[in-house]
C-alpha cells in the first residue's frame, strides 16, 4: 500500500518534467524561429528602403529628363517654326518669280510670232525682188548678148587673131559689162608721152583725112611703132612677165594733134598702182 502510494508521486513528476520539457523546448523553438524571422524581417526592410531611395531617384532622374525634353521639344519647335516661315517665304517668292518669267515668256513669244510674221512677210517681198532681179538679170543677159552680137569683129595687125572692138563709148561699156578683159579710155596729144595701164603711149602724127596715124607704144623697155594705122583697127604687142596679148583700138582722130581710144589687156595682166 505503502509502495503504491510512493509510485504514484513519482509518475505524476516525470509526466510534469515531460511537459516542461516539452514547453521548454516549444520556447526555444519559438525563439530561434522569432530570431531567424526577425533578421529576414530587417533584411527585408532594408531592401525596401533601399528599392524607395532608388525609386526616388529613378523619379528625379525622370522628372529632369521629362524637364529636357519638354526644353528640346519647345527649342525644336521655335526652329521648325522659324524653318517653315522662311520656306513659306522661299515659295511665295519662287512662285512670284515663276509668274515673272511665265509672263515675260508670254511676251517673248508674242514678240517673236510677231518678228517671224515681219520677216515672212519681208522674205516674200524679198522672194518678189529676187524673182524680178533675175528677170531683170536675165533680160539683162540677154540684151548683152544682142549687144556684144552686134559689135565689130576685126583682125588684129599683129597676127591673124579677131577682136571685138568698140568704135565708141558706149559699145566699149558693153565690152566692160563682158568682163574678160580690162579696159582703159584715154585721151592722147601729139608729143606727150602718156602713162596708160602699165604701158606708155604717143602719138607721133595724125593724117585726119584719111583717118590714119602713127603711134608709139612703150612696154617692157621696149617701143614698138605703129605707123599708118586706121580708126578702129586692133593694134597688138605682148607685155608682161609672162606675154599676154594687149590690144589699142583708136577710135576718133579730134584733130591734127589729138587722138581717143581705149587699151585692152587680159585679165591676169599687171594693173596700174593706181587701179585697184
Do not use: C
Not at 510674221?117 to 533680160?139: E, F, L, P, R
Not at 576685126?154 to 563709148?169: F, Y
Request: charged share 25%; glycine share 6%.
Amino acid at each position: 500500500m505503502t509502495d503504491e502510494l510512493d509510485d504514484a508521486p513519482r509518475t505524476h513528476s516525470g509526466a510534469l518534467l515531460a511537459a516542461i520539457a516539452v514547453a521548454v523546448l516549444a520556447a526555444a523553438g519559438g525563439l530561434i524561429w522569432s530570431y531567424t524571422l526577425s533578421g529576414r524581417l530587417g533584411k527585408a526592410e532594408t531592401e525596401v528602403a533601399e528599392a524607395n531611395q532608388q525609386n526616388v531617384r529613378l523619379e528625379a532622374e525622370l522628372r529632369e529628363t521629362n524637364a529636357r525634353l519638354k526644353v528640346a521639344t519647345e527649342e525644336v519647335g521655335n526652329s521648325i517654326g522659324l524653318t517653315q516661315k522662311q520656306m513659306d517665304a522661299r515659295a511665295q517668292d519662287l512662285l512670284r518669280r515663276e509668274q515673272a518669267d511665265s509672263r515675260r515668256l508670254e511676251s517673248a513669244q508674242r514678240e517673236t510670232q510677231q518678228q517671224v510674221a515681219a520677216v515672212s512677210t519681208d522674205v516674200s517681198s524679198v522672194k518678189t525682188d529676187v524673182g524680178g532681179v533675175k528677170t531683170d538679170v536675165a533680160k539683162t543677159q540677154s540684151d548683152l548678148a544682142n549687144a556684144v552680137s552686134q559689135l565689130t569683129s576685126m583682125k588684129g595687125d599683129l597676127s591673124d587673131h579677131t577682136s571685138l572692138i568698140a568704135r565708141n563709148h558706149d559699145e566699149l561699156e558693153i565690152l566692160k559689162h563682158k568682163g574678160d578683159r580690162n579696159y582703159y579710155e584715154f585721151t592722147l596729144v601729139k608729143g606727150q608721152r602718156k602713162p596708160v595701164g602699165t604701158v606708155s603711149l604717143e602719138l607721133k602724127k595724125t593724117d585726119q583725112k584719111k583717118s590714119k596715124f602713127n603711134l608709139l607704144v612703150y612696154a617692157d623697155d621696149k617701143t614698138y611703132e605703129k605707123k599708118d594705122k586706121n580708126l578702129n583697127e586692133p593694134l597688138q604687142f605682148y607685155a608682161g612677165k609672162d606675154p599676154a596679148l594687149f590690144e589699142i583700138v583708136i577710135n576718133s582722130i579730134a584733130n591734127k594733134n589729138q587722138i581717143a581710144g581705149y587699151l585692152s589687156t587680159p585679165k591676169g595682166a599687171p594693173v596700174p598702182p593706181t587701179v585697184q
